[in-house]
């Protein structure tokens, strides 16, 4: 999770290749009408989002072996109502600066997103950290670290000891 830009479709995908469990894209997902609104520049409302979010939900419930699920989810009563779906969610908070992330949109090709709504979104994020569940890993690293990161992080084998304290990650 996190804003535009951060790397949640790179990340998720190669967490769901290292973890064996199928990916879902939460872009792939969103109305036509949500998309044409973030194409023109105009960012989504809490209604925009309600049928889409439902939807994830479901999607989150038809994968009782594991998933992995790309989703902004900016506030918490979006990923609260994903945690209703699945009780079980747990949520990689892919933390990036305004700048870096403005950089990374601005060079999509072939992105429905428009890079001025990224304000938007830092303006609409409440930050995760202190919400159970939550591991807080540094957008700008290393995709293999990252994934390396967050599988010791879902390891039910890793000690408690060596999995990254979410507020310090």
């Known amino acids: 999770m996190g804003v535009a830009g951060c790397g949640k479709s790179s990340l998720g995908a190669a967490l769901a290749q290292a973890e064996q469990v199928p990916l879902i894209e939460?872009?792939?997902?969103?109305?036509?009408?949500?998309r044409d609104k973030m194409q023109q520049g105009t960012a989504l409302t809490d209604a925009d989002r309600q049928g889409w979010l439902q939807t994830l939900g479901q999607l989150l419930q038809a994968q009782p072996a594991g998933v992995v699920l790309t989703c902004s989810a900016l506030k918490k009563a979006y990923r609260?109502?994903?945690?209703?779906?699945?009780?079980?969610?747990?949520?990689v908070f892919l933390d990036i600066d305004r700048q870096a992330a403005g950089e990374r949109v601005a060079s999509r090709a072939s992105h429905f997103f428009s890079s001025t709504l990224v304000d938007?979104?830092?303006?609409?994020?409440?930050?995760?950290?202190?919400?159970?569940?939550?591991l807080r890993v540094d957008a700008l690293r290393p995709l293999a670290e990252l994934q390396a990161q967050v599988s010791a992080w879902l390891s039910p084998t890793t000690p408690a000891a060596l999995q990254p304290n979410p507020e310090n990650a």
């Not at 939460?26 to 949500?34: E, L, M, V």
């Not at 609260?80 to 949520?91: I, N, S, V």
Request: charged share 25%.
């Open 26 to 34: 939460g872009d792939d997902h969103h109305s036509q009408a949500s």
């Open 80 to 91: 609260d109502q994903l945690r209703q779906a699945r009780p079980d969610l747990r949520f």
């Open 120 to 134: 938007s979104q830092f303006a609409t994020l409440e930050s995760p950290l202190g919400e159970a569940g939550v």
